[in-house]
């Protein structure tokens, strides 16, 4: 009997489809078995540790989820291409010392193994390069790069790289050819294509954009995602975010839970003074999730971030044509500043705004460098080259979790319009705007 052994990826009914159409091509699979192992997919939760010592005996015995055609047991590739009804190269994975396509955890506590593509493989590049059109040429204009970054350091990859030498690059190039065959296609209808890329190396400045990987909801560590942003700003990355409302929260039993809403919103309101912000998590982010409150706070914040845009705009054009990033530590935009050196849970958006995140502290001390700064909320105006005391209540008491300060001697541009509920792509014209202005004869 020939069994095929694979997990939940697909239903077993997607599958006993291709059993018959391997079939037809000369191979003799007489049953198949699909494993589940997540709760969510088990009609019988009470079941599963019966289940997960029933799938860790078949994968004990079947190393992995091989084929068999004419009685012989097809190699990773060749079941891979029956499997997709695909001609992928044979040569297509990063290898192990042995020659076979190298299998490994893709994060540290993954339960499968995986194999990766081999992005210095020209076969398989041009294998992969039309699939990838293929999809840009349905109307596709923004692709995800998600992981890349578990290569064990004893692989081979084709060029004779071993997996210590290119472990980096490989992210690189793993984003670069994407975006690459992407443009070639929006180039033709006149659009921007844009890469989500999670890691990088040298050269990944160049292809827009980043952001920060699987992070948490807790507020407490929102000031490690800000810092990292901000890191990548040094390195020259300008078009960065990361996922609002965190990607993942961990209940105190270790289940996965939505995050409360004080640490929601937290997290919300900092990634809508980012260069790019996108909500994404594993359990809902909308904001209609987390109650009235969270809905009418979150409907203001990204409203202003709209009538932002002209600015965000100009800033990102600014990037384009400088280098100089979108966000800003403040060593960067006043690097003869010793004090400014020192601070890393502030930062500048543009050349105008400074925007302080509260993270969990009720209260702290925010440096203001040279120049006079002014609340655009309360409008009170501070000298710089000092400290001021900050307050935070929580947003259920009708509080906030970040300033904004505007530089004195600055004009902002925004949209007049007062609700804008979609950002129009046209020029804009000058009426369409007007100037959030702090000029020195505004306060005397």
Same mark, same amino acid.
């Given at each position: ?79 891979? !291409?029956? &499997? ?18 190298? #299998? =490994? ?62 472990? !980096? ?21 006149? $659009? ?62 270790? !289940? ?5 809403? $004080? ?29 009235? #409150?969270?809905?009418? *706070?979150?409907?203001?914040?990204? !409203? ?21 990033? #979108? ?40 440096? &203001? ?10 409008? $009170?105006?501070?000298?710089? #080259? ?44 000058? *009426?369409? &705007?007007? =100037? ?9």
């Amino acid at each position: 009997m020939k069994v095929l052994v694979i997990s939940d990826i697909h239903g077993s009914s997607y599958y006993a489809k291709k059993i018959k159409e391997i079939n037809k091509k000369g191979c003799t699979i007489s049953k198949i078995i699909t494993i589940y192992t997540r709760k969510r997919t088990l009609t019988k939760p009470d079941r599963i540790d019966e289940v997960q010592q029933v799938r860790k005996e078949l994968v004990d015995k079947f190393t992995f989820s091989g084929l068999y055609k004419d009685n012989q047991k097809l190699t990773f590739n060749e079941s891979i !291409n029956l &499997l997709k009804g695909d001609t992928l190269p044979v040569s297509s994975f990063i290898k192990n010392k042995e020659g076979h396509p190298a #299998m =490994f955890k893709a994060t540290a506590d993954s339960e499968f193994l995986c194999a990766c593509f081999d992005f210095t493989n020209p076969e398989f590049l041009a294998w992969y390069e039309e699939r990838v059109k293929k999809i840009v040429r349905m109307g596709v204009s923004v692709i995800k790069t998600d992981f890349s970054e578990a290569v064990p350091e004893d692989v081979v990859f084709y060029n004779g790289m071993s997996g210590r030498e290119g472990h !980096n690059l490989l992210t690189y190039l793993y984003a670069k050819n994407i975006y690459t065959w992407m443009k070639e296609i929006c180039d033709e209808r006149g $659009e921007l294509p844009m890469l989500w890329g999670r890691s990088g190396y040298v050269g990944s400045h160049t292809i827009p954009a980043a952001w920060a990987g699987d992070s948490s909801s807790d507020k407490a560590s929102h000031s490690a995602i800000l810092q990292a942003g901000l890191g990548m700003a040094m390195s020259g990355v300008s078009f960065w975010g990361y996922d609002l409302g965190g990607f993942y929260n961990t209940g105190y039993i270790g !289940n996965e839970e939505r995050p409360n809403v $004080e640490d929601y919103l937290s997290s919300v309101q900092m990634g809508l003074w980012m260069p790019l912000s996108r909500a994404h998590g594993k359990t809902p982010r909308e904001p209609w999730q987390y109650g009235d #409150m969270a809905l009418k *706070e979150v409907k203001k914040w990204i !409203n202003f971030r709209h009538r932002l845009v002209p600015y965000l705009y100009h800033t990102a054009c600014q990037s384009h044509q400088s280098g100089i990033p #979108m966000i800003r530590p403040l060593v960067m935009e006043y690097p003869k500043d010793p004090i400014a050196k020192t601070q890393n849970l502030s930062y500048m958006l543009g050349d105008a705004l400074l925007i302080s995140p509260g993270f969990d502290r009720d209260e702290y001390e925010l440096y &203001l460098p040279e120049g006079r700064w002014q609340d655009i909320e309360s409008k $009170e105006v501070y000298e710089g #080259m000092t400290f001021v005391h900050i307050e935070n209540k929580a947003f259920a008491d009708g509080g906030t979790s970040l300033r904004v300060f505007q530089k004195e001697g600055t004009s902002i541009p925004l949209f007049a319009q007062k609700e804008v509920l979609h950002v129009p792509a046209q020029l804009w014209k000058q *009426e369409d &705007l007007e =100037f959030m202005t702090f000029q020195k004869k505004d306060v005397d």
